[in-house]
């Protein structure tokens, strides 16, 4: 990573700060938790960034194992960026933190947010137990709109032909807000009666673990 500022220090937190401290780099980890991006979807989603920029961060945290670049054969022959298994694994847990600090500075509801796509990612990310996902798959959506968010996790394990876990979760991005941490007992669980998983019994349960939306008195929608 020639030419990029460093902090020189012999500190874990420094050198993580080297890859992931930069501007924009999280944000782009954030939309790759959706799965494959190209380029150009990237670039829909950050309207902020500069092109060459989006390039220059892209190929950085490709360079540290975080990202990975998969050119897609014909007749799609398209490029996409991945989020690489480091990536899931050491990666996005640090969003969740950061998303749980973030939440205590908005000043906007979730239900008004800027940017709901973005708002919902962030519900998910709150509650998500990377190192308890191996071998889950799912899909999530909003409620309110078509499916945005494929949930798959530990990709080395489901390439291997394990046995996996697969369920749908719908739910609005200030269910998953209202979920997490800071909000009381009875918002949590109003929350948690809305959102709508289906699957078989042990699958929700599985789920539910994963996201950290359990509660004993909560229902659940199974099918």
Known sequence: MAGRRNYNQDCPIANG???LGERWTLLIVRELVGGPRRYSDLRAQLPGIATNLLAQ???ELEQAGVVERTELPPPIARTVYTLSDDGWRLVLPILGAVARFGLHTMRFSAEGSRSPLNGFLVGVLLGFDSAGAVGVEGNISRADRRPKFRFRRNRR????????TRCDLSA??????TCA??????QRLAALRRLRIHGNHDD???MRTVLRLTNE???????
């Not at 489901?158 to 046995?163: I, N, V």
């Not at 008195?217 to 099918?223: K, L, R």
């Open 217 to 223: 008195t909560a229902g659940a929608s199974t099918s």
């Open 204 to 206: 929700v349960d599985t």
């Open 157 to 164: 394990t489901t390439r291997r032909g394990a046995a996996r």
């Open 181 to 186: 941490p800071g909000s009381t007992a009875a």
């Open 172 to 177: 609005r991005a200030s269910d998953l807000v």
């Open 57 to 59: 961060r892209l190929d």
């Open 17 to 19: 700060l080297d890859v």
